[in-house]
């Protein structure tokens, strides 16, 4: 049967919408196509991303742990590290077993000192701080060494309080500290005993500096070190000033009666930093500078903030540490 000329026109309109959807459809496909070409996919990639290899999860991990590692060094070394503390040389002030904030920022920041876990130490910057030690502060510092050492056997940190400081003249008469000729208070949670060393006691033999026949009890007259003093050297006095002049970086030796610092004769040697001298405030059971010397102010790292945890660390079962724990001394302020 013949079409009319309208039936014509109207199939004729039929087909051109079927036409215009399809491309449509096609030219969406290609955008989107496209879309992903520009963003760095292909159109017949899988939407899912292949899962990685054993080798890519460990790099993966190794990163992330690395990345934290550094972190925690930077931190530790700038802002607060946290220090556990050891012995009762601090006692009551500072009890064995305590966990403490320690703010390293004041005295000045550094980079790490030392490498975490292995207690390697290293090469450090140190930055200008807020202020100086002064008399009375709590300090954590790096021990110097036993009394006859120019290096410590190991790197360690020590805690104590500043009782003096460079240019201050320190003398201890039966347990009273006396500073530039003042006395001074006790800490209000320190300990004494009531026995006192007397001047023939073995601890004379023991003390800091070698030969001068100081006691723990009664110690002194002895001027705290600072930078530009002039200390004139004998034979006879060469072994009170000998490792403290090494520890500053220099060679010793005497040869003919004459003294030699890095191989030239010397009479006199010229103080290079500024130092302090360390107590502890249980001060009849302590080994601090009284023993082993003074403290270069460029080695203390910080002063104690608060205790976040305490409890008796030489327990070897956990659930007798826990036993120990000790409220009380849970966010005390150490001062």
């Not at 079927?18 to 292909?42: F, M």
């Not at 403290?244 to 040869?255: A, L, P």
């Not at 203390?300 to 956990?318: D, F, Q, R």
Request: charged letters at 25%.
């Amino acid at each position: 049967m013949a079409k009319s000329l309208e039936q014509i026109r109207a199939e004729a309109k039929r087909d051109a919408k079927k036409n215009g959807k399809a491309s449509g459809k096609t030219t969406a496909q290609e955008r989107i196509s496209l879309e992903k070409k520009q963003v760095g996919g292909k159109s017949d990639a899988p939407t899912n991303d292949a899962p990685q290899s054993l080798g890519e999860i460990a790099l993966s991990w190794t990163r992330t742990i690395i990345g934290a590692f550094v972190m925690v060094m930077i931190l530790n070394g700038v802002l607060v590290a946290s220090f556990v503390v050891p012995t009762g040389s601090m006692e009551s002030t500072v009890m064995t077993g305590d966990f403490l904030f320690v703010n390293k920022f004041i005295f000045g920041p550094s980079t790490p000192q030392m490498i975490p876990i292995l207690n390697i130490p290293i090469p450090y910057y140190r930055f200008p701080g807020l202020r100086k030690p002064v008399k009375g502060d709590v300090i954590v510092f790096i021990f110097p060494g036993n009394r006859e050492e120019a290096k410590p056997q190991e790197f360690q940190y020590y805690l104590k309080r500043c009782v003096a400081t460079a240019g201050d003249t320190l003398t201890i008469r039966n347990k009273q500290i006396f500073i530039n000729g003042v006395a001074s208070a006790f800490p209000s949670e320190g300990r004494l005993s009531n026995f006192i060393e007397s001047s023939d006691s073995d601890d004379r033999f023991r003390t800091f500096p070698v030969g001068a026949g100081f006691t723990r009890d009664n110690y002194g007259p002895l001027r705290i070190p600072k930078q530009g003093d002039v200390i004139e050297l004998t034979p006879t006095n060469l072994v009170q000033w000998e490792i403290f002049i090494r520890r500053e970086g220099h060679e010793v030796t005497t040869n003919d009666g004459k003294i030699l610092i890095d191989n030239k004769e010397a009479s006199r040697y010229t103080v290079e930093r500024d130092y302090c001298f360390g107590m502890g405030d249980n001060r009849d059971n302590s080994l601090d500078s009284r023993y082993w010397g003074f403290v270069p102010m460029d080695d203390v790292v910080g002063t104690p903030l608060i205790v976040y945890w305490s409890w008796e660390t030489n327990l070897p079962n956990l659930f007798e540490k826990f036993a120990t724990l000790r409220p009380s001394r849970l966010g005390k302020v150490i001062h």
